[in-house]
């Protein structure tokens, strides 16, 4: 059995603090996104009446916006596989 370094316990336990870091970093990410996504849904308004072009936008923008969601939800849905994410199967 091979011995191990205090250089080696160092490394394994800075590599494991990066780890959990950048799987911190990543929940962060995702839920800013999240909070965007979520202030270009509140912005959709009905424009039946109005047939404004700057609503038109607005609302497509919105609507873009809840269909990414969505997809980010059932990609983070634990039953969701990685190869089901990589192949659009959402």
Known sequence: MTQ???GHDYRDS???AEAYERKQKY????DMVIRWLDSNIDEWQAN???NNPDIKIKNAIADDSRDLK???ELALDP???KRQIEDGDL
Do not use: F
Not at 27 to 30: F, Q, R, S
């Open 4 to 6: 191990r370094d205090d």
């Open 14 to 16: 800075k590599n494991r």
């Open 27 to 30: 929940e962060a990410i995702i």
């Open 48 to 50: 039946d009446l109005l």
């Open 70 to 72: 969505e997809k980010i």
């Open 79 to 81: 039953s969701t596989t």
